[in-house]
């Protein structure tokens, strides 16, 4: 199972807005775009639906743009992921399966998402962005 494109641009977005939270300042799309490699307008969608679900505040005038709305370490990967994808709970189906193979297998995909969403629950944009900041300081010790 794959990231969607649109989760990890999400994530890299973020993980740039996480880098600046601390100074208070909002980055504009340009901004992130360029440091991340996202095209501009579907950063522009992207961050148009992480404002709506809470995730990110945006802030108008010449020094503009945005910022977290809430603390890196209080944003799971889980809350980013389920609101680019829409995860929902998946309502029972009010047909039961035809055969026992069938239930089989809603079980064990009901495992894999529950194994799933524990992962992206226990990660915050504070551990990606600790996380980055270490491959960095491993790449810059290795060039010296």
């Not at 909002?26 to 992480?50: G, H, V």
């Not at 915050?124 to 010296?144: F, H, P, S």
Request: aromatic share 8%; charged share 25%.
């Amino acid at each position: 199972m794959d990231l969607s494109c649109k989760s990890e641009y999400a994530l890299l977005a973020l993980i740039e807005l996480s880098a600046h939270h601390a100074g208070g300042e909002p980055l504009q799309i340009r901004q992130i775009s360029s440091q991340q490699s996202i095209p501009d307008r579907y950063l522009e969608q992207l961050l148009a639906t992480l404002r709506r679900a809470g995730l990110v505040k945006s802030q108008r005038g010449a020094r503009g743009g945005y910022l977290l709305a809430r603390e890196p370490w209080q944003i799971s990967l889980y809350d980013v992921v389920s609101c680019i994808e829409g995860f929902e709970t998946p309502a029972e189906t009010t047909n039961s399966p035809d055969t026992f193979e069938a239930v089989v297998i809603q079980d064990v995909w009901r495992e894999v998402r529950q194994a799933i969403e524990g992962v992206l629950q226990k990660y915050t944009l504070q551990d990606l962005l600790d996380k980055r900041n270490a491959k960095q300081q491993l790449d810059i010790m290795y060039y010296i």
